[in-house]
């Protein structure tokens, strides 16, 4: 699209535009201007007057966003996601993308004939299974997402916890239920961690510079060993150090849900401990709420869970009124 200055300099003397300037077509001089607006336009400002408020609020505000599910694998949704983050970036918000990849790492693992193993959802990871999940993470994932950044106009740099010593970590130990005994025991998770410290010094400076940091679960111990980290539990520790206005975790279903499959919208600490003792809150989305309350009470803003596999999620849940995920607040 030609620019006001571009069109200024071939307005003729008599003050009438050009058929076309530099290439983009204008009205014909003898068509007749319509009063009746075009309501595909008419929608599109809409828009944008309903997005006023929002992008007033969120100005040079920073949001962390935990980007996976199959929304990674899917070219079409990975180049909405590219778009809406560095849209974020257009319009003065400071996005950081923190990504998973455990699909991504069980695919190379069995490619190499490498076994995994889970214990309470965790993979253990030995010397070499980390070797390969640090190779997949902090290579091949993450400079495709970068690339689909930049792809879409935007300058991201692609980190690791380990990088300027953003994240420390260290050793989880998993726990397993022992059908024998009836009780719980621990399992060495090998080279699983979970961080421990934070420092963002390195999220400012690149955001400073107007690029978007995107970052590998991946970190250092204190003992000096790489640790494998949950890419929810790195997000939210990030979010929580640096003062995230939101944290964003995108997943493959739409939120939390009620027992009838609608969406809850809205929750709190007190609300979350009430549907995880009747039940509506189990499995997999436990951790992920916990993260979220989590992350709010260590002072992020609010924390939003939404479905990765809708175009353009996260623009509809930052800048509308109804919003697109379930919103976790203090």
């Not at 076994?115 to 299974?129: I, K, Y």
């Not at 060495?188 to 961080?195: A, H, I, K, S, T």
């Not at 809150?281 to 993260?291: A, Q, S």
């Amino acid at each position: 699209m030609p620019r006001l200055d571009q069109l200024a300099r071939h307005l003729p003397r008599q003050g009438r535009l050009p058929l076309k300037v530099a290439g983009a077509p204008l009205w014909p001089y003898g068509a007749a201007m319509t009063n009746a607006p075009d309501p595909a336009l008419l929608a599109k400002a809409e828009t944008l007057v309903e997005a006023l408020p929002y992008l007033q609020r969120y100005a040079g505000a920073t949001f962390v966003v935990k980007y996976g599910g199959h929304a990674m694998g899917d070219p079409e949704l990975q180049r909405d996601f590219a778009e809406d983050v560095v849209l974020l970036k257009a319009v003065g918000i400071n996005p950081i993308v923190v990504h998973g990849g455990g699909p991504q790492i069980g695919a190379m693992l069995k490619r190499l004939g490498v076994e995994s193993n889970f214990v309470g959802g965790l993979r253990v990871t030995d010397a070499e299974t980390a070797r390969i999940a640090e190779m997949v993470l902090a290579g091949s994932i993450n400079k495709e997402i970068v690339s689909w950044i930049g792809a879409a106009g935007g300058r991201a740099v692609g980190i690791s916890g380990k990088d300027a010593g953003l994240v420390t970590a260290e050793k989880v130990t998993g726990r397993e239920a022992d059908p024998l005994q009836g009780i719980e025991r621990h399992v060495d998770l090998g080279f699983v961690g979970e961080p421990v410290a934070v420092n963002p010094a390195i999220l400012h400076s690149l955001a400073e510079k107007d690029f978007i940091p995107v970052v590998a679960p991946i970190a250092l111990g204190a003992d000096g060993h790489t640790y494998n980290i949950n890419a929810d539990t790195m997000a939210g520790a990030i979010a929580s150090a640096i003062g995230a206005s939101r944290f964003f975790l995108l997943t493959d279903v739409a939120g939390v849900l009620d027992k009838q499959g609608e969406l809850l919208t809205d929750l709190d600490r007190t609300r979350v401990e009430a549907l995880k003792a009747d039940g509506t809150i189990k499995g997999g989305m436990i951790p992920k709420v916990e993260t979220c309350v989590h992350a709010v009470e260590q002072g992020v803003d609010a924390a939003v869970i939404l479905d990765g596999r809708i175009p353009h999620a996260m623009l509809l849940e930052i800048f509308t009124r109804r919003g697109a995920g379930t919103l976790v607040h203090a």
